[in-house]
């Protein structure tokens, strides 16, 4: 019983320290972004505002924000896929 604990601490231990290092990942590639481009995907997929307050905060229109979300998507999913690959936190 004692020894199952200790593997499930051990394990949850891991869990942590590797959801950690992920974040830390994403943290570099939006960092890596264009300010804009970090801030509109910050505001819309983390802070989860709707396409109108998006363009509200940004001054931009919905065309204009269907665009830059195109090509930040892009260029962090391209960083993110460069990024792992490197990275054993996303090996499993």
């Given at each position: 019983?004692?020894?199952?604990?200790?593997?499930?601490?051990?394990?949850?231990?891991?869990?942590?320290?590797?959801?950690?290092?992920?974040?830390g990942?994403?943290?570099?590639?939006?960092?890596?972004?264009?300010?804009?481009?970090?801030?509109v995907?910050?505001?819309?997929?983390?802070?989860?505002?709707?396409?109108?307050?998006?363009?509200?905060?940004?001054?931009?229109?919905?065309?204009?924000?269907?665009?830059?979300?195109?090509?930040?998507?892009?260029?962090?999913?391209?960083?993110?896929?460069r990024?792992?690959?490197?990275?054993?936190?996303f090996a499993?």
């Amino acid at each position: 019983m004692a020894m199952d604990l200790f593997e499930n601490g051990a394990k949850t231990a891991e869990k942590r320290l590797l959801a950690k290092e992920k974040a830390g990942i994403v943290t570099k590639v939006l960092s890596a972004l264009k300010q804009r481009d970090r801030n509109v995907l910050l505001d819309f997929f983390y802070n989860e505002l709707s396409h109108d307050e998006v363009c509200k905060r940004h001054s931009v229109t919905r065309e204009q924000l269907r665009l830059i979300l195109f090509h930040a998507r892009r260029r962090f999913q391209e960083s993110m896929g460069r990024e792992v690959k490197q990275s054993p936190a996303f090996a499993r």
